[in-house]
């Protein structure tokens, strides 16, 4: 992965998890260490820090769980529904996070194909 796109998607993962911490504050429930946070800065690390040849994969795979997850644990609706727990902030904070994820997935998609 080149420098430009290391940057691009660690930023990314990274942002994603400012949207966990949106959701956090919002009154979301999540456990006192929530996993998404190894989930999305473990792979931001060794893209950053790494540059190693399957660091891209890494990403992808965390993209492609933190999605399915998203609509199989059901929080899908908390995109569109503010009634939700988390309310708008709760909501905000899940586009937050997503968006990002879409944007460093996508990122390290790119970087794979070039390769």
Known sequence: MDKNAAKVTASA?????????????AGVDFPPVPPVFFIQLVPAAFVYFGRWRWTPVMVILAGLFLVAGLFASGDAGRLTDTGLPGGVGGSIGLWIQMVAVVVATATAVVALVRR
Not at 13 to 25: D, E, K, N, P, Y
């Open 13 to 25: 993962l990274l942002v994603a998890t400012v949207g966990v911490v949106v959701q956090i504050v």
